[in-house]
Structures are given as C-alpha cells and as structure tokens.
C-alpha cells in the first residue's frame, strides 16, 4: 500500500508532538523580526487522566530556536514574537506524549492546523492547548483526536484492543491491467491487515473521536507481487474476538483509485505494525466480547434508547447522522459523523436499499430512511426523497442554493467472490437482512479508495454478534477466554469477510407478489431468498410483461392515445423527440441481444418517437483494449470506426416488430478521437422516423458522390448496402471509409454552419455535421442534423427543425463528495462550460436568422440542471435561449436518469427553443408540484436502467432515456 501525500496540501501551522515532524519543506517559517507584525500564542497543558495542569512542558517553534516556552504550575505557557504566517509547534515532556487537542479551542482552526494571520485577535492567538498522556496509556481515540487527521501523526505508539475484522490483500481480476510490453500491472482489493477496537475501558464516548483503527501489516517487499504477505513475526492466526498489543507508527494513507488517482480523497489513519502479539493470561490467549457496533441513526430519540443503561460501560455507542441542508457545505457533517466511527464496528437497522449495487457498493438509509415518526424529513429538513420509487434525488434547494448530495445516505459493501458469477444482488427498494432474517446491517466502517466511508460486513452475522450481557466485562473479570461456547468465529484466510448476507425483497415496488416477475426469479422468492433475481429482468421493464404493475404508468407515456405500437406518433402535429445514452454500443449484429432490447425500449418505452439522439454508439467491429492502468488505456487500431452495421441492427429489429421506418444519421470520427471506451470510438448519431420526418442532407460528400461510388437505392427507396463498392465499407450517408479516405476525413473535420436560404429561414451548410471547437479535443463532438416534418402524404413539408446531439465531458476529475475540500471542486465543469457555450453559440446563430426557429438539444450532458455548464447551454448565464421541458414541469423526485453512489441524478437533458417551449403552455412561474400529473403530457422519463443493479447485467445500460412530447408543433393538414 502506498502512502501519498495530497498535491494541494496547504503550507499551514501544525501543532504536533516534537517526534511527529521532520520537515515542512513547503511551509515558509518567519521569524520574529517578519515585517507582518509580531503575534504571542497562549494555550494550556494538561494531563489527560485527571485533567490537572502539567508543569514543566517545554514548547519550541519550529525552525526558530529563539522561540521556547515552559509551562507554569498551572500548565500555562505563552511564546511571543512570532511573525504573521504559519508555524509549528513542538511540545515535549518526558514519559509523556504531547497530542495536541481543538475541543475547547475556539480560536483555531480545525484539524491540525493555525495560521496565526486568522487565528489571532489584537496581535494573540489563545487556546493553543495541549494534553499529555503517560507513555504506557495512549488510547485508540487518542490517535484517531477529533479531527480528519490523527494528532499523533508519525508517531511510534503501543495500543490495546480487540480484533474485529481481518483482512488479506488480493489482486483485483476485474482491473489488473497489462502494459504495453505484456507485464501485469495489478490492481490491489483489500489491504493486508486487520481493523482493531480499543476495549471498553479505554473507549471514548463523547462521540467526537474513532474507537477504531486499522492496523496495516503488508510487507512493502512484496507491492509488485499478487500475494498477500504479512512482516514476518506478526502472527497471522489472528481472529475476530483476539485481544492483541499493537506497536508501530501512527500513518495516514492515501490511497490509490482504480485510475491511479488520489486527489481530494481524505486519509485513513492506520499503524503500520512493528509488532504484534496475543495479550494472554496463564499463557491462554485472551479474547474480548465483540463489540455491539456503533448504531447510526437519524433520530436522537433512538439513539438514546440505544445507549439507555449503558451509557459508560463502553459497549454501546451511537451517532446520530445529520441531513442539515441549509448549510453552505453539508457534507461536512456526514463526514464529521462517519470519521468518528472510522475502523470501527457499526450497526444499521432496517436498512433500506436505496441505490443499484455497483460491484462491491450498496447505498442505504438507516431507519428505513424514516424518523420516528415516519415522516420523510430528516432533522426537520425535507429530503429529496421518492418514495415511489425508494431512492434519493440530487437536487439543489431553491431557496438556499445549497445542494443536496443526500448525506444521510449510507454505503456498504457487498463484494461478490467472482464478479462473472451472476450471484443475486440488492435492488433499490429492497432490505438487507442478517442471517436470522433480522433487518439488521452490522460491519466494520471504513475509508475506501473510491472516497466513500463504507463498511465492509462482518463475516458471520449471527456468529459474530456477542449481546452486551451474555458477556459481559465486569472489573474483576476484563478479558474472558476463548471456549467451545464463545461464540466468536474466524475472519482470516479470506481476501473480504465470507459474509453472504441476504436480503428482504416483500417491500420492495417491483416484487409486488407480481406472477410475471415472480416466473423469472430464481429461488423461493421468499424474503430469506438467496437468489431473487436473475438476468432475465429486462423484458418486463420494457412494457411487454408488465401487466400487473400497471406498465402504462412506470414504463410507459402518458400519451399513448397519440400513438401506436406500428406508427409510432399518430397526431401529425405534434413532435416527440428523445435521448438515449445505450453505453458502449459496438460490434452488434442480428443475433446480439443487446440490439434486440434497444429497440424494445424504443417501442415499448419511448412509442416510436420521431426523433431519437442515440449517444456512444461506437464500432461496427469489436476492438481489442488494453490497459498500463485505468487512466490509459490503449486499444489497437483496427481501421474500422463506421456504425452503420450497429444503427441498422437496431432499425432492423424496429421493422421486425411491425414498426415505422427509421433512418439514422452519423459523422464517423478520427480513430481513437472521440473519447469514451478506448478504441470503440463512441459518437453521437441520430435516428429518426422517415414516416413523420425527413432528413435534409447538405455539403460533402454530395448523394452523387454515394450513388457513383456503388451505392443504389431498393425498390421502396432505401440505400442498398449490398451494392456497395469497398471504398465505402457499407457505410450509411454520410460515409466514412474502411481506407481513411479524404473524403471521409473531409466530414469529420467539416465545420458546421447556417446561412439564411431564399426562403428566409435558416439552414445548415453541412448536414449532418460536427460543431467543432478546442473543447471537444478528444472528446465526442457534438452532431447536429436540419430535418422537415413531413405531410399527411408522407411528402417533406417546408417546415424544418434543427437536432442537436450532444455527449459533453465526463466528470472525471471533480474531487470526491467525502473529500477533504467542501464543497467538493468540479474541476471536470471548466472543459464542459466551454462546451455549452459552443453549443449555445451555434444554437443561437440560428436563432439570430429566425427568432422563432425550432432547435432541440439533447443528450448525454453529464452535469445536474442547475450546474453552471447547464445554466450556460440554455442562456441562464445571459440571454436564455432554451428551456428544459422536464426541468420546468416534473417534480424534482422524478428527475433522474443515472445512479452514482447511491444517488439518483438527471444528466441526460433534452432542451427547447422557445418557439417549441411555448407550445408546451407552461408559463416560467408555474411550477407543478408533485400531485399534479399534468407533465405526464409533455415529458417522461421510464427507469428501466438507472435503479437496477449493473452486476447481474438486469440493465441495458448506465442511463434511462429521455422523452418529450411537444404539442401543436406543426400546420399539417
């Protein structure tokens, strides 16, 4: 394991024991003759036992040998003459350790850290205060203190207490890359060590400071191996229960995510063990009960009833999680809750599952997510909460502008032993439950690589689980014996506790005792089921075996009295238009399922609309991808980057089931230059209904130079991709072809333009064609398309429409939500703010030939509505030119398309002119609230993907499709 230390840290004050500070490279120390001014710093020491002051502490500055202080008899000390900036303190005694402590210190700052220019008042800084602990008596939550970092950093310490999780380091198969000369680079999941809890005696129950803390043993000797492989001399026959003295060095670590990245995460504080060995009592090794488990709740009522009778016996402790949404960084509290029980064991009752688990991370609220009173607040703080659907919203509060990240959301880890085994997994909704069927989680919480605080189960729940009486610890009796009867199981040997934990389905929407559902699970299908659910899950989210769950209402439009299943919108006047990111589409063909369900949803779901924005379709061929790491990856270039095999599959599927004619179109991009999955060359396309639209081709390559290179239509007018010559590569107009031809590359590189034509209205230079800016450098470009509505005849009509496609940059790159800086910084906003604004600029060119012209964008946008990319793309920053059908109409609890750590998020947006939002009848200031239904006309959203978990493969894609129905949109007789 790796220990890192933060790019961004700051140059600040440490106040730390003399031992833990070797250098402060980048801290620029002053003197006492600093132009700045000169500042005094006062504080107080005393002994942690019995709280009396500690006489005879030297203190010295760091850096400046001319700065000491010695406290009094009543373990004051003063320095002075110290220089505007920041300093360090060191404050030593011997046989004592120094730990620096904040809880009365209102005058500095949290963490480790002072800068004397804003901790001071009148030229003083107070309440630099210090506590001594006797050498021999450093606790657990001495070392973890009350802040993010320890205050014993990179000191040698000596603690006691008792084993309750261990773990073995093990390659990671999913992600083990190879480089490009052929060597492994592996990718590690768990750590080589164990998580150890401080006795009850020696806990702290103030609630402020971790009892818990992970002890590492890896022997960095073998990093570049795939074994696991502890120092020699610490025992490895440790187990859960085992009373154990640890001595090492206090660290904090940073570690790695998959993409090789740290930055913004927070540390975990561990001991990096020097020794280890078994506390014994006539030569037996002695164990301790297991810890009940710190239960987090939402509700003070609760907590308390938790800890009722044993409010200082050390065996119960409980947090109350916090929701305070009205702060300007809310987070800040979830984090400060959760760190307080870092390494610890935690206990959660009547977890509900309120996100898809992705791999190893489950997303949870405790208390059913209910306070006691089950009201669907919070600490008084409406959540942004669907009960409908039992998940948690991101949205930004209107009032406040503060947004709501949901921090009362839980993570836990689920960690299947083989990924490629389909084992069942939770889905939003359900419960988990532990082995006796009792809704109850209990694991040991940790910091992960992903920037989350998730807890990893325990490996038996009911083994495990020791009662605060059966067991008890009384004085004269502090440790008892391993027996037959101890009910203690072992941990070791497996890389994550063996802990196959169930779950409870009866509550959940979609189990409903529906017989259709019911048919494709496997098991019982009882609450104690194991295996709930399988792959074949897909179908009846489409709308095709959903009779019972009343599919017209979850799966599919409001509007179904305008369509037909065969002709897609009947109201000739109208306009439905759609967008759906289906995930690294490459290399299907007529026997690919994956095709199959694309148009289904575009059937069942969506009713055929008119037009469709299709977002990472990628390849005609399958490319062979390699990885150094996750951050760079490299494919071989195979020459091949048309989609037309891709987009025709789809089409021919649509006609299989009786349904309208679709077209599609798509500009090729350069190999390896449109981001996404490597080598799959994802872009952006367009299908859409030749029965209801036709699109307007413009610009090179001209039909002329399709029809005279092999190209020819069929006798009802479609291109004939059989009569092809191989220039082409079968490649639907507009064309790329298989030897990179000029004329190809011509399209790609082509730059979109509008000019006003003879008729007055705008038109497109090129079309379809890519905009082009330096924002979209390796990245997909967005496409845009001119099309016209065609008449009852089925002839075009003169009245056109403008489709904007888009796939904007990723968020790779924002720091993660329990990060070390709150609010988090998006820096990934700068590349998509650059974006919008390109798209907003072309869209409004057009506008500024035809106020009234009819521009859709939509697409992938990969930002929040109320993000400042966003507030660029429609205007809100200057001159609004687009509105959000869904964003302006649809209760805030239904706006979601996609799931990330446990919360659900609306990234894939559809904007409008306000030539086609005036037709929608809403005015800007008449907001629906959730009852009113009257959106369902103009907006749907069907979440067939976002909620359903992604391991058991139960979903086509990562997103949900976007729908939206504008009314009275065209004259069509």
């Not at 995460?265 to 561990?270: A, C, K, P, Y």
């Not at 990934?828 to 604004?837: F, L, M, Y």
């Not at 979601?896 to 446990?902: H, L, P, R």
Request: hydrophobic share 35%; aromatic share 10%; net charge negative.
């Amino acid at each position: 394991m790796k220990k890192l230390h933060s790019s961004l840290r700051r140059c600040v004050l440490f106040f730390l024991p003399a031992v833990m500070l070797a250098t402060l490279a980048s801290c620029s120390l002053l003197d006492g003759n600093s132009k700045t001014g000169r500042y005094t710093v006062k504080g107080t020491i005393t002994a942690k036992e019995d709280g009396t002051p500690l006489e005879g502490v030297e203190i010295t500055v760091e850096g400046l040998s001319s700065v000491t202080a010695t406290t009094s008899s009543n373990g004051t000390y003063t320095l002075s003459g110290l220089g505007k900036g920041s300093v360090s303190l060191k404050a030593k005694k011997s046989g004592y350790t120094i730990i620096p402590t904040y809880e009365n210190a209102s005058e500095v700052s949290s963490g480790s850290t002072l800068n004397i220019a804003k901790a001071a008042k009148a030229g003083t800084v107070y309440n630099a205060d210090f506590i001594a602990v006797k050498g021999d008596s450093v606790t657990i939550s001495d070392i973890q203190g009350s802040s993010l970092e320890s205050p014993m950093k990179d000191e040698s310490v000596t603690v006691t207490g008792v084993v309750t999780m261990v773990c073995h380091r093990a390659p990671h198969f999913k992600y083990d890359t190879t480089d490009q000369d052929g060597s492994t680079v592996p990718q590690w999941l768990s750590y080589d060590g164990f998580f150890l809890e401080a006795l009850p005696e020696d806990k702290d129950l103030s609630g402020n400071k971790s009892n818990g803390i992970f002890i590492n043993t890896h022997d960095d000797a073998y990093d570049a191996t795939e074994e696991t492989h502890w120092k020699e001399g610490i025992p490895t026959d440790l187990q859960a229960g085992d009373v154990v003295v640890v001595s090492g060095v206090v660290e904090e670590t940073r570690t790695l995510d998959r993409y090789g990245s740290s930055d913004g995460t927070l540390t975990r504080t561990e001991i990096n063990a020097v020794t280890v060995f078994h506390k014994t009592e006539n030569n037996v090794n002695l164990t301790a009960a297991y810890p009940d488990g710190v239960l987090l709740t939402y509700s003070s009522a609760k907590k308390n009833s938790w800890l009722s009778g044993h409010e200082t016996d050390g065996y119960r402790e409980a947090r109350v999680i916090k929701a305070d949404s009205d702060e300007s960084a809310p987070m800040k509290d979830a984090i400060s809750v959760l760190e307080s029980v870092e390494s610890m064991v935690i206990r959660i009752e009547d977890p509900l599952v309120v996100g898809a688990t992705y791999y190893n991370l489950t997303s949870v609220l405790a208390d059913g997510g209910l306070t006691p009173d089950n009201s669907n607040s919070i600490n008084g703080y409406p959540r942004t909460f669907n009960e409908k659907w039992q998940g948690n919203v991101i949205w930004e509060n209107e009032t406040t502008g503060v947004q709501d990240f949901n921090e009362e959301v839980l993570f836990v880890d689920y960690q299947a032993v083989d990924w490629t085994t389909f084992y069942p997994i939770t889905q939003i909704g359900d419960y988990l439950i532990d082995s006796t069927g009792a809704r109850v989680f209990r694991g040991v919480m940790d910091y992960t690589v992903d920037g989350l605080y998730m807890a990893h189960p325990l490996n038996n729940e009911a083994a495990c689980y020791v009662t605060g009486s059966s067991n008890a610890q009384t004085s004269s009796t502090p440790y008892y014996t391993r027996s037959d009867t101890a009910v203690i199981t072992s941990v070791t040997g497996n890389t994550v506790p063996n802990q196959k934990w169930n779950f409870d389905i009866t509550d959940s929407w979609y189990y409903a005792a529906n017989s259709a559902v019911a048919a494709e699970t496997s098991g019982n299908g009882t609450a104690t089921s194991k295996s709930v659910k399988t792959t074949k899950s897909v179908p009846w989210r489409t709308g095709s075996k959903a009779a019972s769950f009343d599919a017209n209402e979850l799966f599919t439009p409001k509007w179904t009295s305008e369509s037909s299943t065969t002709k897609g919108n009947t109201n000739l006047n109208s306009l439905t238009v759609a967008a759906f990111n289906i995930e690294n589409y490459e290399a299907q063909g007529s026997s690919n399922s994956k095709q199959e369900n694309v148009a289904l949803v575009i059937k069942n779901n969506l009713l055929y609309p008119d037009v469709l924005v299709i977002v990472e379709m990628g390849d005609d061929t399958s490319t062979t991808i390699h990885y150094d790491n996750q951050d760079n990856s490299w494919a071989e270039k195979d020459g091949v980057v048309t989609a037309v095999r891709n987009f025709s599959g789809i089409i021919d599927v649509i006609k299989k089931y009786n349904g309208p004619q679709y077209d599609f179109m798509c500009v090729d991009p350069h190999e390896q230059d449109s981001g996404g999955k490597p080598g799959v060359n994802i872009r952006v396309g367009i299908m859409y209904n030749t029965e209801r639209v036709t699109a307007k081709h413009s610009g090179l390559p001209s039909n002329d130079y399709f029809n005279t290179h092999g190209g020819s239509l069929d006798s009802n007018g479609n291109r004939d991709y059989s009569t092809c010559s191989a220039l082409l590569d079968e490649s639907e107009w507009p064309v790329q072809t298989a030897n990179h031809h000029a004329q190809g590359w011509a399209l790609a590189e082509a730059e979109a333009g509008v000019y006003k034509g003879t008729d007055g209205n705008p038109h497109l230079t090129q079309s379809p064609c890519y905009i082009h800016s330096s924002y979209f450098n390796n990245s997909r470009r967005p496409i845009i398309g001119e099309f016209v509505i065609n008449n009852a005849d089925g002839t075009p009509s003169d009245q056109n429409f403008f489709v904007v496609g888009c796939h904007l940059g990723s968020k790779r790159g924002d720091f993660p939500l329990y990060g070390n800086i709150q609010p988090p910084l998006l820096l990934s906003e700068v590349k998509r703010d650059g974006q919008a604004r390109t798209v907003y600029d072309f869209v409004n060119s057009i506008l500024g030939i035809d106020e009234n012209a009819k521009v859709i964008v939509g697409g992938d946008m990969n930002d929040f509505a109320y993000s400042t990319p966003q507030r660029i793309l429609k205007g809100e920053i200057g001159n609004q030119i687009m509105w959000s059908i869904v964003e302006e109409t649809m209760p805030y609890v239904e706006q979601f398309s996609y799931t990330f750590q446990g919360n659900l998020q609306e990234i894939d947006h559809i904007f409008v002119t306000k030539a086609l939002w005036d037709k929608v009848g809403f005015s800007l200031a008449d907001k629906t609230d959730k009852n009113d239904e009257t959106w369902k006309d103009y907006c749907f959203i069907p979440h067939i993907n976002s909620m359903f978990t992604r391991n058991n493969h139960v979903n086509l894609s990562d997103h949900d499709p976007d729908l939206v129905r504008i009314p009275d949109v065209f004259t069509i007789e």
